[in-house]
């Protein structure tokens, strides 16, 4: 059972249980200690308790007023105030453009602002670019068109085979044209027969000459497919692809990756190709003479009737 238990030091009242009387307790508000003590509840001997007055009862007096319900004053409704509706066509309404529509706007209005504002020429190469003129959207774009291109593109000169090309500095010429089974040979030991191919192959030879007093003409390999320094194809355009024999083996005669060619000097190039097509009419070898520090390409046409066999 808990009693109210009074700290001497400052007069705050705790809830102490009575069997902690006498024991040593720390006050929870001023922080000083004091001995549990309760106060004496009992009464004094003098005293009596205190007796009901019941002489205020008076049982004449009216008893309590009452109401029926229907009687009660009607309890005041609450009207909360709510907005007006916005009629349908008043109502506005947000419309979140597509992630398309944020690049093809502006896209769209300079287009049109160029076409509209652009001078006379500029606007008929981008009226030309909307009905489909891939040559037109070139030129749009700062590139040469194809009339340009025509017009400055050189001719390739074509000889037979058999003639001298001189170039600046040097001199080109097909000798030979002849199906066999190539002689290889090692790549890190050049001049050095390993074995003869298996299967017949056409085999075109041809001389590189140092026509320049002074200059060393270096002969250079093209570094990807698409620069290689000797291209062939038959009358119907049809590419006849080299023969390449491995990491180890190449044909003999062949020029190494480069090579360079003295002053005066004339060296010997043997390439190899698959075999044309029976009916081919005539081969045409295109030299890119950039192998030899020249500019541009010249082609040499074979006859099928001078491929010896």
Same mark, same amino acid.
């Given at each position: 059972m808990k009693s109210p238990a009074i700290c001497p030091n400052c007069g705050s009242s705790f809830s102490v249980l009575r069997a902690n009387e006498g024991k040593r307790a720390k006050c929870l508000k001023c922080g000083q200690p004091f001995v549990i003590t309760f106060p004496d509840e009992s009464p004094a001997?003098? #005293?009596? /308790?205190? @007796?009901? *007055?019941?002489?205020?009862? *008076? !049982?004449?007096? /009216?008893? /309590? $007023? +009452? !109401? @029926?319900? *229907? #009687?009660?004053? !009607?309890?005041?409704? $609450?009207? +909360?105030?709510? !907005?007006?509706? +916005? /009629?349908?066509r008043f109502a506005k309404k947000t419309m979140t453009l597509p992630p398309w529509a944020v690049i093809a706007l502006p896209a769209l209005a300079t287009l049109l602002l160029g076409y509209f504002v652009g001078r006379a020429h500029l606007k008929s190469q981008i009226r030309a670019a909307f009905f489909g003129s891939g040559a037109s959207i070139v030129e749009l774009l700062g590139g040469p068109s194809r009339s340009a291109t025509t017009e400055v593109a050189k001719p390739i000169p074509q000889l037979p085979i058999g003639e001298t090309y001189n170039g600046d500095g040097f001199a080109i010429t097909v000798t030979n044209a002849e199906i066999k089974n190539p002689d290889l040979e090692y790549k890190v030991r050049r001049g050095e027969k390993a074995t003869t191919a298996d299967d017949p192959a056409l085999v075109l030879s041809l001389t590189f000459a140092n026509t320049d007093g002074r200059k060393v003409v270096r002969y250079q390999e093209g570094k990807s497919r698409l620069t290689v320094p000797l291209r062939l194809r038959d009358d119907v355009d049809n590419v006849i692809r080299g023969i390449d024999y491995g990491a180890t083996l190449v044909s003999a005669g062949s020029l190494a990756g480069s090579q360079d060619i003295l002053p005066g000097e004339t060296i010997s190039h043997v390439e190899v190709f698959s075999l044309p097509l029976p009916k081919t009419e005539y081969l045409v070898l295109t030299v890119n003479t950039g192998c030899l520090g020249g500019d541009g390409e010249v082609e040499f046409k074979i006859p099928a009737a001078t491929i010896t066999q």
């Open positions: 001997a003098d #005293e009596s /308790p205190a @007796e009901f *007055d019941f002489s205020k009862l *008076d !049982a004449s007096q /009216p008893p /309590p $007023i +009452t !109401a @029926e319900p *229907d #009687e009660l004053p !009607a309890f005041p409704s $609450i009207v +909360t105030p709510q !907005a007006a509706e +916005t /009629p349908k």
